[in-house]
């Protein structure tokens, strides 16, 4: 059973301050997407990265995906109050089908004004 | 465009009854994923469907549950005497294509058992 583990579980940050959020796991995954979940609603796909070592920047957001293709980060600078939601990696290819994804239980995070 | 779109958003079922739960993809999408989404834990995939076929149903419970994605007509996730323990938010996803396409989610359907 393959397993990605996203830590911190919960944080809770000033407005302006930088975070990082991790996602790790033991397996190898052909791609990993970065997704944001808001209370009530489904999540919205922020970003894939598919290429080892790959970094990836959306405004404020910048990814990496780890060289061996095992575990990601999320990189807020600047923290505002509406980056507050619940982020959720998912790693595809696992078991060998692109397909399936499997999801971390999240990081939710708060950005205080 | 309207995305993916998921009814009731709630609803609630005593033990025993069915639950009937549709999803309609964005528009030219013919690849739908269901997920689902207890409390405490992630998205668990479940079931992945193309227009009359079921592709991949090995996260779908063998009892009780089953879906179809019709000719015509939305995805439903059947979940047949439904027990305590199905109360979760059940995600319907779709995409143009399958394997590593990005999915677009829906909103959930979320099912309180009583």
């Known amino acids: 059973t393959q397993l990605l583990e996203q830590s911190p579980q919960f944080l809770s940050i000033q407005e302006g301050e930088n975070l990082t959020v991790y996602c790790n796991s033991s397996s190898v995954f052909s791609s990993l997407q970065w997704y944001r979940q808001e209370p009530g609603e489904g999540p919205v796909l922020l970003v894939t990265?598919?290429?080892?070592?790959e970094v990836k920047k959306l405004k404020r957001l910048t990814f990496q995906f780890g060289d061996a293709r095992k575990d990601s980060s999320l990189h807020i600078t600047a923290a505002q109050p509406g980056d507050t939601g619940l982020y959720l990696c998912a790693g595809a290819g696992g078991g060998g089908s692109n397909y399936k994804l499997t999801f971390g239980k999240g990081t939710l995070l708060t950005v205080n004004p | 465009n309207a995305g993916v779109m998921q009814n009731p958003r709630h609803l609630v079922r005593r033990r025993g009854q069915e639950a009937r739960l549709r999803c309609s993809p964005v528009k030219g999408h013919s690849h739908v994923y269901w997920y689902r989404q207890l409390p405490e834990e992630g998205l668990k995939f479940m079931v992945y469907l193309q227009k009359e076929n079921i592709i991949d149903e090995s996260g779908m419970p063998k009892e009780r549950f089953s879906a179809e994605f019709p000719k015509e007509g939305p995805s439903i996730l059947r979940i047949q005497q439904v027990v305590r323990g199905d109360s979760a938010a059940y995600f319907c996803?779709?995409?143009?294509?399958?394997?590593?396409?990005?999915?677009?989610f829906g909103n959930g359907t979320r099912l309180t058992v009583t």
């Open positions: 990265v598919v290429t080892g070592g």
């Open positions: 996803a779709s995409s143009p294509q399958g394997d590593n396409s990005p999915l677009h």
